[in-house]
């Protein structure tokens, strides 16, 4: 069974700081996803990781997948109050991903000023 | 954004009530997803598509089914709703890619 374990659940940091979540997996995937969720509202996509050692940056977020390890980490530099929200990564249940994804719980981050 | 339509967007019923939910697409996917959203479980699949009258269970789809007749429409019924079904629910089209969500149901079964 496909296990997706996120940590921390919750975070709160200050404006200007820097800070990590990870993301384990438990079966092997060469892909992981990861979105953002503000409350009440739908899963945005901000990164489609697809191999081993894949890095992708977009503003102040960065994301990094280790297939061996079976970890990614999602690396937030200089913290903004905007990026406040609930972070989830995703894992296929299998290959490509066509019958779904395993969501780890999510990373309630707050940010404050 | 997915063309990806939930409706109705909030509803509230009783236990033993039938209730269906409903996501219409716009991409003309072939996969389409329902997934449940509560508080301490981020999100879990119930049912997906791979295409018309081709459906599969998910993670949690006991008291869940699905209709799939047109590309575009993806059915989810509680035959008879429970407390336990309340939660936020959510549609997916798309597979191999990021898949892209609606803007979710939230039901409420008193």
């Known amino acids: 069974e496909l296990k997706v374990e996120q940590n921390p659940l919750f975070l709160s940091m200050q404006e200007g700081k820097n800070y990590t979540i990870y993301c384990n997996y438990s079966?092997?995937?060469?892909?992981l996803y990861w979105y953002r969720q503000d409350p009440g509202k739908s899963l945005e996509s901000l990164f489609v990781?697809?191999?081993?050692?894949a890095v992708k940056q977009e503003g102040r977020l960065m994301a990094s997948l280790d297939t061996k390890a079976r970890l990614s980490t999602l690396h937030i530099t200089a913290a903004v109050h905007d990026l406040s929200a609930t972070y989830f990564c995703?894992?296929?249940?299998?290959?490509?991903?066509?019958?779904?994804?395993?969501f780890g719980k999510g990373t309630h981050l707050i940010i404050q000023p | 954004d997915a063309g990806i339509t939930q409706s109705p967007r909030h509803k509230v019923t009783e236990t033993g009530t039938p209730v269906t939910l409903r996501c219409h697409q716009t991409?003309?996917?072939?996969?389409m997803y329902w997934y449940r959203q509560d508080p301490g479980h981020g999100l879990r699949l119930i049912h997906y598509?791979?295409?018309?009258?081709?459906?599969d269970k998910g993670e949690v789809s006991d008291g869940y089914s699905v209709s799939r007749s047109k590309t575009e429409d993806f059915l989810l019924t509680l035959e008879s709703a429970t407390s336990s079904q309340t939660s936020v629910y959510f549609c997916?089209?798309?597979?191999?890619?990021?898949?892209?969500f609606g803007d979710g149901t939230r039901l409420s079964i008193l």
């Open positions: 995703a894992v296929p249940y299998s290959g490509g991903g066509a019958d779904g994804l395993t």
């Open positions: 079966t092997t995937s060469d892909r």
């Open positions: 990781l697809l191999s081993n050692g």
């Open positions: 997916a089209i798309g597979s191999n890619q990021p898949q892209h």
């Open positions: 991409e003309n996917h072939r996969y």
């Open positions: 598509s791979y295409g018309v009258k081709d459906t």
